[in-house]
């Protein structure tokens, strides 16, 4: 009898000790480069047609917009939403990285190790997260499980391989199986068989469906908790052709679809715990001329070329491209007779409005605003201008583009986008104008992954 009551008593225990731990949420966080927000919750008035990013706004949480980061460029953004910190404290402080010289063949900031505290990723998998990337700035080496990392060199077919080499081993080629590429197993034909991974800088909306095919395939067969997927395509359209052209629409049309195919994919994984999160890292604005800085460093001694390759021989002072700014970089940070040419020199360019120049922020400001600690300034073009990189010629030219970012993030074309659907989020609910930063912790929050080195806290949402 005593043995029946033992037993009994575990048996009814049982249910209790043996509960499952609470399922942990299923988070996409999907990047749209350059989706400015006007364009959803003002669809209408600009004629677009895209019902997946509208049903996201009825169905949840979204900003009016989002204020970035100085500046206001792909990898510094990516990198707080990411983070919840400015530039000045991860240490992403540009797209490429400062090169004079030119030494680094315009090397971006692709390595992980670069960031200097920790990210989503990191957090995810030390709450024992299963995480997957799908192309997303700053990935090379980055602590996730299922990476298909960002990186490219030399625009040949031999980037293919060099995107191999960094993602997870054999991820590319099990996916390219999946989605049942054709040519494959045949290396050479399946690098240029349609629907294979891109490799190089491949960057079309074209590039992000092949990514989208990837990212579904990647969440069936792997069940990633945590997935970052980024696409490209509508900056590269707007880069050509500027903001709200015939071409951007279209391509923002395209990716519109690649959201609901993403939804619908991770709503059918786990219908009870799915979130999805769009964002984008900055907005746009058109362009029609370049202000050629370097031309008036050279004009001033501040730069010399090389006779022979033209390019960057010495330099006192030189920048550090930014899009719509430039920072300027002392090369003895204690010269201060440098400092005062360059002053004087800027000041005296930003005097006449026909150069370009909207305004000069000073290394106060710029710290203040979190952005690159070593400038001695930054230099922010007036709209409808960017940086040339012309050293000859007349100061200001054409445009070279269309349409460009980079300025700082008080310019209201600059503002990004925040969306959020899940089951906790309330419907139709605005948030009206955030933080990029605050994105990062709001995102830990859903996941119950701490973020503790982010600088702001969740946002609320009910």
């Not at 917009?65 to 400015?86: D, E, F």
């Not at 002053?343 to 106060?364: E, F, H, M, V, Y």
Request: glycine fraction near 6%; charged fraction near 15%.
């Amino acid at each position: 009898m005593r043995r029946y009551l033992l037993l009994t008593a575990l048996s009814l225990s049982l249910p209790v000790a043996a509960q499952k731990a609470p399922q942990k949420p299923l988070l996409i966080l999907i990047s749209i480069d350059g989706l400015k927000p006007e364009a959803i919750l003002q669809a209408d008035a600009h004629h677009l047609r895209v019902p997946n990013l509208r049903a996201m706004v009825h169905d949840g949480a979204y900003a009016e917009g989002v204020t970035g980061v100085l500046p206001t460029l792909t990898y510094p953004s990516h990198t707080t939403i990411l983070t919840g910190v400015a530039p000045r404290k991860h240490g992403i402080y540009s797209n490429t990285t400062f090169d004079p010289y030119n030494k680094n063949a315009q090397g971006w900031y692709w390595y992980a190790e670069d960031i200097h505290v920790p990210t989503l990723w990191d957090a995810a998998h030390a709450a024992g997260i299963r995480t997957a990337n799908v192309y997303w700035p700053v990935s090379v080496g980055a602590q996730i499980d299922d990476n298909l990392a960002q990186l490219w060199r030399a625009g040949t077919a031999d980037d293919l391989k060099l995107q191999r080499a960094v993602s997870t081993k054999n991820l590319i080629t099990q996916l390219e199986i999946a989605a049942k590429v054709p040519g494959f197993p045949n290396t050479a034909a399946m690098d240029a068989a349609p629907g294979h991974y891109p490799g190089s800088e491949d960057e079309t909306v074209a590039d992000d469906e092949v990514r989208a095919k990837y990212a579904v395939e990647l969440l069936h067969l792997h069940h990633p908790r945590f997935m970052t997927v980024y696409f490209t395509g509508l900056d590269t359209q707007q880069h050509k052709t500027g903001p709200f052209s015939p071409e951007a629409d279209a391509v923002l049309e395209r990716i519109d679809a690649l959201v609901g195919q993403l939804r619908s994919a991770a709503e059918s994984e786990d219908p009870h715990h799915a979130y999805i999160c769009v964002i984008s890292d900055h907005g746009f604005a058109p362009v029609q001329h370049d202000v050629n800085l370097y031309k008036a460093f050279l004009d001033a001694h501040l730069i010399t070329l090389n006779p022979t390759t033209h390019a960057i021989d010495t330099w006192r002072a030189t920048l550090w491209p930014m899009g719509g700014s430039a920072a300027v970089i002392l090369h003895d940070p204690t010269d201060t007779a440098t400092k005062t040419e360059v002053d004087t020199l800027l000041a005296k360019l930003a005097s006449d409005p026909a150069n370009g120049i909207d305004r000069i922020l000073p290394q106060s400001e710029v710290l203040r605003d979190g952005g690159l600690p070593t400038a001695e300034s930054i230099v922010s073009m007036s709209p409808g201008y960017e940086l040339g990189y012309q050293f000859s010629g007349p100061l200001v030219t054409p445009g070279t583009n269309g349409g460009m970012h980079g300025y700082p993030p008080d310019r209201p074309e600059m503002r990004s986008t925040f969306l959020l659907t899940g089951p906790t989020t309330p419907a139709n609910l605005a948030v009206c104008q955030i933080d990029m930063r605050a994105i990062a912790p709001t995102l830990a929050h859903l996941m119950n992954a701490p973020l503790p080195t982010a600088d702001l806290p969740p946002l609320t949402l009910k």
